[in-house]
């Protein structure tokens, strides 16, 4: 079972928004997805109330003791992908999914503030020697921000591609129970978090993410 876990103490830089995102577009073949919550907020068991539909699973957690018997749990059960949702202040939590991570995805709004918050995330996941990649989420179509934000990231680790972009399409999905690639099909924001999904898909199971940088810049 590949665990992916959506990290970043910033608030609101997407890591529920992604995850729902990225779990149901990685259903699209028919593979058993699950999402762990672990985030007393609840913002993916209201989606899953809203949602009437059995998958993804999704399991709530409120002690860090209990991450790793859900996950344990998850892989008899036949799950292929769990994707952990994190909060932004539960740190335990946070470092445990971290721990249990074989990719963490940072998500990031092009904003110097909200670079600059990624660092503690990113200590904490090299102390525990995980691998991660950023990505940018909620961005404009284009401009100098977008790609100074892409050059800090890149001189700071791996960023994913494609960037999300600030699309209304992700906060309806999140609104109706559904994932974006469900509410739209043929809509950029579905586009992106496919696309994403498969880069993402690819990291997991290629391993190493070493030496890769990539240079992709908007024009100021
Ligand atoms: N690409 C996007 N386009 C439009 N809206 C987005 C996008 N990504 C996230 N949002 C919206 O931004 C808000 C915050 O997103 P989300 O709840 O996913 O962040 P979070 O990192 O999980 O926050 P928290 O740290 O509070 O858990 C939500 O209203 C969500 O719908
Ligand atoms: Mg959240």
């Not at 709530?60 to 949702?85: F, M, Y």
């Not at 994913?160 to 992700?170: K, S």
Request: proline share 5%; with cysteine; net charge neutral.
């Amino acid at each position: 079972m590949y665990v992916l876990a959506l990290v970043t103490q910033k608030g609101g830089s997407g890591k529920s928004t992604l995850a729902v995102g990225v779990a149901v577009a990685a259903m699209g073949n028919g593979e058993r997805v699950a999402i762990v919550e672990a985030d007393a907020q609840g913002t993916i068991s209201k989606w899953k109330e809203r949602r009437g539909h059995p998958y993804p699973r999704v399991v709530r957690i409120s002690d860090p003791a209990a991450i790793g018997g859900a996950l344990v749990s998850l892989e008899a059960e036949g799950t292929w992908l769990t994707v952990i949702d994190t909060a932004a202040t539960n740190n335990a939590l946070a470092m445990l999914a971290i721990a249990k991570a074989d990719l963490c995805l940072i998500p990031v709004r092009p904003s110097l503030a909200d670079i600059e918050a990624v660092i503690p995330t990113l200590i904490a996941i090299r102390r525990l020697n995980r691998r991660f990649a950023f990505v940018l989420n909620q961005t404009p179509p284009r401009g100098c921000r977008l790609s100074e934000a892409a050059t800090s990231l890149n001189s700071l680790g791996v960023l994913a591609l494609p960037y999300v972009g600030q699309r209304n399409d992700h906060q309806d999905a999140l609104g109706a129970g559904l994932g974006v690639t469900e509410l739209a099909e043929e809509g950029r924001a579905s586009e992106e978090v496919r696309e994403l999904w498969r880069w993402v898909l690819k990291k997991l199971v290629e391993g190493s993410l070493d030496h890769e940088s990539h240079a992709k810049t908007a024009p100021c």
